[in-house]
């Protein structure tokens, strides 16, 4: 009991980050903001935007929604393999999927975590949703920062690209992040 006591405290600490994404120190109130905007105004999804241009999903994730998007950060996208990022801007379809697994529908909070251990994304496949260690963990990505508001959804900031398990290769993909 002590052990599932501890683990609901450290989830809760985990998920008392503010409702809004730090941006050059500053804390933002986004809620009158949609999902790309709160994410470029961050400076620290250049990347995501990058892809999401690229593969034609900012007018969808600009729409009503409501969306969950577990967002890779700059950093997350640099620790893809080399020539994965590549790869994936250069086959607009592949660059799809990849985003499309990182985006549920329907706003997940916090707090509804807690009674899921999968979510189906928008590219129709699943990712596992764990507590491991007080961590909120997608996959085998972190979520650094929850609950970040939107007026058309919810932001969770993850430390690692989620690439489909049906996606990867060992010589294009990386060996994390995917749903067996």
Not at 5 to 34: C, R, V
Request: net charge negative; proline share 3%; hydrophobic share 45%.
């Amino acid at each position: 009991m002590k052990t599932l006591t501890f683990a609901l405290a450290a989830l809760m600490i985990t998920f008392a980050a503010p409702s809004a994404l730090q941006a050059n120190g500053k804390n933002e109130a986004p809620a009158k903001k949609d999902i790309v905007s709160v994410a470029l105004e961050a400076g620290s999804f250049k990347t995501l935007a990058t892809a999401l241009t690229e593969a034609g999903l900012v007018d969808a994730l600009q729409g009503d929604g409501p969306f969950t998007v577990f967002a890779p950060t700059d950093a997350a996208f640099a620790k893809l393999p080399e020539g994965t990022l590549e790869k994936l801007l250069s086959d607009r379809e592949a660059l799809k999927e990849v985003l499309l697994y990182h985006v549920v529908k329907g706003n997940v909070s916090s707090k509804q975590v807690v009674n899921l251990d999968k979510a189906t994304t928008l590219a129709g496949k699943d990712v596992r949703i764990a507590i491991d260690g007080g961590k909120v963990m997608i996959n085998s990505s972190e979520v650094t920062t929850a609950d970040v508001a939107a007026s058309n959804g919810v932001i969770h900031v993850i430390d690692e690209v989620l690439i489909p398990s049906t996606m990867k290769s060992e010589k294009t993909m990386s060996s994390k992040g995917g749903c067996n």
